[in-house]
Nanobody, 124 residues
């Protein structure tokens, strides 16, 4: 069983930055695929960014490409999402997710463990 705890959300003005962290339990974090998803009110959950285990191939949705950066520190069992140039449409609950297979994946069904989420609100 893997437990995921997100932190770093908050209220920021448009154009600002936030860094989200996701602390994971367990000894095999480095081999897990990891992802950041978000869900805005009335909308479906969507993948924002993903990173594979081990080598760490990355993926970004078109809406955040060039503004967000996903990274992982396997020594600290921690996943990060650096969010720059934030826009009001980035407002959502952001959740991290982990999958037992290392290959990076885009589908939410490829992830086995989920955090509770952290609120990000971007004001205009």
């Amino acid at each position: 069983q893997v437990q995921l705890v997100e932190s770093g959300g908050g209220l920021v003005q448009a154009g600002g930055s936030l860094r989200l962290s996701c602390a994971a339990s367990g000894r095999t974090f480095s081999t897990y695929r990891m992802g950041w998803f978000r869900q805005a009110p009335g909308k479906e959950r969507e993948l924002v960014a993903a990173i594979g285990g081990n080598i760490g191939k990355t993926y970004y949705s078109d809406s955040v490409k060039g503004r967000f950066t996903i990274s992982r520190d396997n020594a600290k069992n921690t996943l990060y999402l650096q969010m720059d140039s934030l826009k009001p449409e980035d407002t959502a609950v952001y959740s991290c997710a982990a999958g037992r297979v290392a290959a990076m994946a885009r589908s939410r069904y490829a992830y086995d463990y989920w955090g509770q989420g952290t609120q990000v609100t971007v004001s205009s």
